[in-house]
Structures are given as structure tokens and as C-alpha cells.
Nanobody, 122 residues
Framework: QVQLVESGGGMVQAGGSSRLSCAAS????????MGWFRQAPGKERDFVAA????????YYADAVKGRFTISRDNAQNTVYLQMNGLKPEDTAIYSC???????????????WGQGTQVTVSS
């Protein structure tokens, strides 16, 4: 079955950087658009970024555009999120997931991994 395991979160000072990883299994990773989402305390989960099946194309939420970079390694079944210029408002639990089609923000299925906490201090 689908399994997504996020890692790399932690505490970072404002202006700092962090790199998140998501190891995927249980589906054809190279044939799936992948994305990152985040959920801040007391708020709904929001879309952050997505990447095409071959990694050649990406799109981002306006709030992170120019600061975050999504990438993937299909040989390792892993998707990454490089976060630079972090702000306190980036504090959230970050999760990866399958995207229904390129250009969409809709997740495929109901499964979510445990996510990884990112806390940005001012």
C-alpha cells in the first residue's frame, strides 16, 4: 500500500534554510505527480509545491515562490523540498503526497504520512 515518510524538519531561525525529504513506496513513483503541503496550528492544510513526473516542471503557492524549491529523485523514490529564507509564518507540519494531475492541487486518495514539523523562530 501507499507509504510516505517525511523527514528533515526541526527548529530553524528566521532567514535560515532547511531541506525536507519524503520517501515513497507502494505506487509507481516515477509515474506520479508529487507535491508538498503544510498545516499550521489551528489552520487547514495548504498546498505548497508540486513537481511533474520527470521533474522537469514545478509550480508553487505564492507564499513560498522564490524561496522554496521542490525536486525529486525517481531512482530513489524520493521528493525533496529545499526551503530558504524561512519566516515564522512557515512554521507548520509539512507532508508530501500524490497529486491527481499536473497543475492540480488535489491529492490522490485519502492517505497521509505523519509529516515533519518545521518551526521557525524569530
Amino acid at each position: 500500500q501507499v507509504q510516505l515518510v517525511e523527514s528533515g524538519g526541526g527548529m530553524v531561525q528566521a532567514g535560515g534554510s532547511s531541506r525536507l525529504s519524503c520517501a515513497a513506496s507502494g505506487f509507481t513513483f516515477g509515474g506520479t505527480v508529487m507535491g508538498w503541503f503544510r498545516q499550521a496550528p489551528g489552520k487547514e492544510r495548504d498546498f505548497v509545491a508540486a513537481i511533474s513526473m520527470n521533474g522537469a516542471a514545478t509550480y508553487y503557492a505564492d507564499a513560498v515562490k522564490g524561496r522554496f524549491t521542490i525536486s525529486r529523485d525517481n531512482a530513489q523514490n524520493t521528493v525533496y523540498l529545499q526551503m530558504n529564507g524561512l519566516k515564522p509564518e512557515d512554521t507548520a507540519i509539512y507532508s508530501c503526497n500524490r497529486i491527481s494531475s499536473y497543475g492540480s492541487r488535489k491529492v490522490m486518495g485519502d492517505y497521509w504520512g505523519q509529516g515533519t514539523q518545521v518551526t521557525v523562530s524569530s
